[in-house]
């Protein structure tokens, strides 16, 4: 867990030039930015690819008292900052080749309940089911949008929340390469799906029939 690492400091530098503005995402150190990740054809040419992974956690929100200013910031956050940044990379030119794709790196706390994490966890799911709306309204569009649960790590935000054998800890490189197949064409088909990175692929593969039939499976959807 980095304070704005480099590459996410270079893409914001480049979406400056190229959009004249971009969201601070320091604030009162309390925005930090998981990853992100970019890559051109050439200097100043289009960018093809982002992974976007703002998180705000630095604090439990209690369910029973929550204070309206914390879950606002926490919104601002993982649904507001991610959302500009999305829009900023969907208002540059298109690359001379292949699709744009949108990479939003989640937590498994949109999907559970835990202690404690009422805003996080909700701002996640918010924010994952925005984009569940963006890929269905761009889907005949030269876009690829996926949200990725990376995995479960020790590091040290865990640490604040958790016993070191709250879980089975996986291999940080783990959302790395699950996320580097994502954007490949083979994985087009989970445009729009939320995927977790353990899951393994050659049985996601086997679904790709069963999500062309049902756009709601592997999506944040009320099930009966």
């Not at 783990?174 to 729009?192: I, K, M, R, Y």
């Not at 353990?198 to 049902?214: G, H, P, R, S």
């Amino acid at each position: 867990m980095t304070q704005l690492g480099s590459e996410y400091e270079d893409l914001v530098e480049e979406l400056r030039k190229r959009k004249g503005s971009c969201m601070n995402a320091n604030k009162g150190g309390h925005w930090m930015c998981k990853g992100s990740c970019i890559s051109g054809e050439s200097e100043g040419g289009p960018i093809k690819d982002t992974l976007e992974a703002w998180i705000h956690g630095e604090r439990s929100i209690c369910t029973t008292t929550p204070k309206a200013w914390e879950v606002l910031e926490t919104y601002n956050t993982n649904v507001v900052a991610n959302l500009n940044m999305v829009q900023a990379f969907l208002d540059l030119p298109m690359p001379t080749s292949g699709k744009k794709t949108i990479i939003n790196v989640t937590s498994g706390a949109a999907h559970v309940q835990t202690p404690g994490q009422a805003a996080y966890g909700s701002s996640k799911a918010t924010f994952a089911r925005m984009l569940q709306h963006l890929a269905n309204e761009r889907k005949s569009e030269n876009v690829k949008i996926f949200t990725v649960h990376p995995g479960t790590f020790d590091t040290p935000l865990a640490a604040r929340h958790f016993p070191s054998d709250a879980f089975q800890w996986e291999d940080i490189s783990l959302v790395g390469q699950f996320c580097t197949w994502v954007a490949t064409s083979e994985a087009e088909f989970l445009h729009g799906r939320f995927v977790w990175a353990q899951w393994d692929v050659d049985e996601l593969i086997a679904f790709k029939d069963k999500m062309a039939a049902n756009p709601e499976f592997m999506t944040i959807e009320l099930v009966q």
